[in-house]
């Protein structure tokens, strides 16, 4: 689901009570909790926790595993609100109401950057080390979820779902349009979906009016440019006057042009994306380590003759080899005020420490794909076939700057922006667009 310097929350104190509010009637119950004293003698008390894994995600179901069995062990209810897509604004909408959740299972991206500087939630620094947490933690995972993505920053939430982020590719397709190999330069991208287009076949599938857009223009668009530059045109701007990004963007317009994208692609969503791959309409597409478990359960057979890999790379490309996203800005925990009241924080304790036992983590990366951020062997729980492949996938590819912390809270703007991208916008119409969303 990296910015340096996040933005404060737009106007959380700004949000009104409305139907997000109702939503989330469950947080912030009226009932008196127990003091400290008394949770501790006689267990129970609840915890008010609104997630972004959802019913009918594959995340979903190892959560709730964890939380029937901490409700078992404790006593302690879940009171589960299921985010939205705009979990951010509707988390926002409930602190401004007086009905904050006390823990949120979200993605650090977009104002969830900007909760800690906004007061929304609280820094986590002292509970990973007085939960014991810090022993377990990778050192990657941690410095992505602290302020400015680097050591030092304060710890803004706890990193859980870290993520490969590859080029899919249907090898069925591509061999029955003629395409021999997996293509690795922009060349042979722009052949190979010529080919493909030739056999009635869809080339790169892409929801270009949402955030698997997003994330693959900044992919393409950074192709000359190396990673301290592009974190700093992406939080401050400069799209327009920096050369190697411009280019980044005009090369994005000539594979526009040169119909690698499917047609409409500005009016595609990820749900449209992953439909017409899995249903063998389009034969490439750029998705995470989650949508694994989802290819499968597609029923499509769709896991069976994918291959994955990276998104080409252009003559001059300032990577080596093509390139890929990975990180540990996916799911995590953060902690509200709320949450860190003494009548609530040791539930949380119980709670998020119990999410980091070997067999709970093991479980996730079974059932759900994810990319353990504790230390350990988790290789023989790695057996969906697609996660055992991008476990693998270091030596084939680089890894590209993920936009979303550097981005912050730019994010939505951006994204209209980029939808203009995947329509018929000039390279200056883009980049001139990406510099006001940035300073805006």
């Not at 705009?86 to 993605?107: F, H």
């Not at 014991?132 to 302020?147: S, T």
Request: glycine fraction near 12%.
């Amino acid at each position: 689901m990296h910015r340096t310097t996040p933005r404060a929350v737009r106007g959380v104190a700004a949000f009104a009570a409305g139907a997000l509010v109702l939503s989330l009637a469950a947080c912030g119950s009226d009932d008196p909790a127990p003091g400290p004293a008394a949770a501790s003698a006689t267990g129970g008390g609840s915890i008010d926790v609104v997630t972004r894994w959802t019913a009918g995600n594959s995340a979903a179901q190892a959560q709730k595993r964890v939380f029937d069995a901490f409700t078992a062990e404790t006593g302690i209810k879940i009171n589960l609100t299921e985010g939205l897509e705009a979990i951010d604004d509707q988390v926002e909408t409930a602190v401004a109401a007086g009905k904050s959740p006390d823990l949120v299972i979200v993605n650090l991206f977009d104002k969830t950057v900007g909760w800690l500087d906004a007061g929304v939630t609280v820094p986590v620094d002292q509970y990973v080390k007085d939960w014991g947490l810090a022993g377990k933690m990778k050192p990657e995972a941690l410095d992505e979820w602290r302020v400015g993505g680097v050591a030092g920053g304060q710890l803004q939430g706890l990193p859980f779902s870290g993520f490969s982020w590859p080029l899919w590719y249907n090898t069925d397709l591509l061999t029955k349009a003629g395409v021999t190999e997996v293509p690795k330069t922009t060349d042979e991208l722009i052949a190979a979906a010529k080919k493909l287009r030739d056999a009635d076949i869809g080339p790169v599938t892409v929801g270009g009016n949402d955030w698997t857009g997003q994330k693959l223009f900044y992919q393409i668009a950074q192709s000359f440019t190396d990673a301290a530059t592009m974190q700093k045109v992406m939080r401050e701007g400069g799209y327009c006057a920096t050369a190697s990004v411009l280019n980044g963007i005009k090369l994005f317009t000539e594979l526009r042009d040169a119909k690698v994208f499917v047609d409409n692609a500005a009016g595609l969503s990820a749900d449209d994306m992953y439909a017409s791959f899995y249903s063998g309409k389009a034969a490439i597409m750029s998705a995470g380590s989650w949508a694994y478990t989802e290819s499968k359960a597609s029923g499509t057979g769709i896991e069976t003759h994918t291959a994955l890999g990276g998104f080409p790379v252009p003559s001059g490309a300032a990577y080596a080899k093509p390139t890929a996203y990975q990180g540990f800005t996916g799911v995590g925990f953060m902690i509200t005020k709320q949450g860190a009241e003494p009548d609530k924080i040791d539930k949380i304790r119980q709670l998020v420490t119990k999410f980091y036992d070997q067999p709970t983590v093991g479980d996730f990366v079974k059932d759900a794909g994810i990319l353990p951020p504790i230390t350990g062997d988790f290789a023989s729980s790695a057996t969906d076939p697609l996660l055992a492949a991008s476990l693998g996938l270091d030596a084939a590819v680089d890894y590209a700057v993920l936009p979303d912390v550097w981005i912050g809270s730019a994010s939505d703007p951006i994204t209209q922006v980029l939808t203009g991208a995947y329509g018929e916008a000039t390279p200056q119409e883009i980049c001139e667009g990406l510099d006001t969303a940035t300073k805006g």
